[in-house]
């Protein structure tokens, strides 16, 4: 069974910064594609940063130039560094792990104002 246990959210004002972390139990992250996804309320579930299996780097079009996805191999944990928040990157972010146990993190709440 796979645990995805995510911290570092909260709230924080316009043009903060925060780093989300997120710790992989069960399966290897370096192997496996991952990334984290954003729910706003009343929206869907969207891609903001992506690794696939091969390393490469993809993200959301809203958080290029501002957020930076990392990962440390020998902790087996992902991170968010988020830099210049802005109040539409509120929401519930969600750390995602891919390959053949797939699972989701349980979510942490990010709210960026004044």
């Known amino acids: 069974q796979v645990q995805l246990v995510e911290s570092g959210g909260g709230l924080v004002q316009p043009g903060g910064s925060l780093r989300l972390s997120c710790a992989a139990f069960g399966s290897d992250f370096s192997i496996n594609p991952r990334g984290w996804y954003r729910q706003a309320p009343g929206k869907q579930r969207d891609m903001v940063a992506f690794?696939?299996?091969?390393?490469?780097?993809e993200y959301a079009d809203t958080v290029k130039g501002r957020f930076t996805i990392s990962g440390d191999d020998a902790k087996n944990t992902l991170y968010l560094q988020m830099n210049s928040l802005k109040p539409e990157d509120t929401g519930v972010y969600y750390c995602y792990i891919g390959g053949p146990l797939a699972s989701w993190g349980q979510g942490t709440q990010v709210t960026v104002s004044s």
């Open positions: 690794i696939s299996s091969r390393g490469i780097m």
